[in-house]
T-cell receptor, first 112, second 118 residues
Framework: EDQVTQSPEALRLQEGESSSLNCSYTVSGLRGLFWYRQDPGKGPEFLFTLYSAGEEKEKERLKATLTKKESFLHITAPKPEDSATYLCAVQDWAGNNRKLIWGLGTSLAVNP | GAVVSQHPSWVICKSGTSVKIECRSLDFQATTMFWYRQFPKQSLMLMATSNEGSKATYEQGVEKDKFLINHASLTLSTLTVTSAHPEDSSFYIC??????????????FGPGTRLTVL
């Protein structure tokens, strides 16, 4: 059964303190892995799509990487405005390939 | 680009009434839209997949007669919560995929609708 596990559940950083969020997945065949950011009371905001192992994408202070078993979201020198919940989701080749399988998210707090 | 809107952003209604929520893709066409429900401090729960011109596909445990979905055009899907009760109070979020790359591309989300049933 497809499964997505995110860790840690919550993370508190000081401004400028770099760290990484983890998304481990189990699927029959990965079609795509997606990272989103969600602020309280708002819909998720799309960040990245990764399709194959070894792929990397960057946007400002964020960098997403992908292996055959997991993805990392690296946050370099975070600022308080990076505080949010980061969600990871995967899409499988098999079964209902229109659905995303979601992780529970990592709640990130960046203190000034 | 890739903007999805929802209306209303919040609604309060009395128990037993029906509420309609609209989801629009503003700058792209969407063959497929999705409706999610999210409880406080929990992840997204897919309720149904809305397909333009055909019936929606509901997830297990979601009552299709209670949550009516209509995807009448390539830019609009609606969710109607019929005979709403307090347990239906939640945050409802829609998403859409650009039909140019469907079905293997990212979903873009609306801002969500907060429903409170008294």
């Amino acid at each position: 059964e497809d499964q997505v596990t995110q860790s840690p559940e919550a993370l508190r950083l000081q401004e400028g303190e770099s760290s990484s969020l983890n998304c481990s997945y189990t699927v029959s065949g990965l079609r795509g892995l997606f990272w989103y950011r969600q602020d309280p009371g708002k819909g998720p905001e799309f960040l990245f799509t990764l399709y194959s192992a070894g792929e990397e994408k960057e946007k400002e202070r964020l960098k997403a990487t992908l292996t055959k078993k997991e993805s990392f979201l690296h946050i370099t020198a975070p600022k308080p405005e990076d505080s949010a919940t980061y969600l990871c989701a995967v899409q499988d080749w098999a079964g209902n390939n229109r659905k995303l399988i979601w992780g529970l998210g990592t709640s990130l707090a960046v203190n000034p | 680009g890739a903007v999805v809107s929802q209306h209303p952003s919040w609604v309060i209604c009395k128990s037993g009434t029906s509420v309609k929520i609209e989801c629009r893709s503003l700058d792209f066409q969407a063959t497929t839209m999705f409706w999610y429900r999210q409880f406080p401090k929990q992840s997204l729960m897919l309720m149904a997949t809305s397909n333009e011109g055909s019936k929606a596909t509901y997830e297990q445990g979601v009552e299709k007669d209670k949550f009516l979905i209509n995807h009448a055009s390539l830019t609009l899907s609606t969710l109607t919560v019929t005979s709403a009760h307090p347990e239906d109070s939640s945050f409802y979020i829609c998403s859409a995929r650009d039909r140019k790359w469907d079905p293997y591309n990212e979903q873009f989300f609306g801002p969500g609708t907060r429903l409170t049933v008294l």
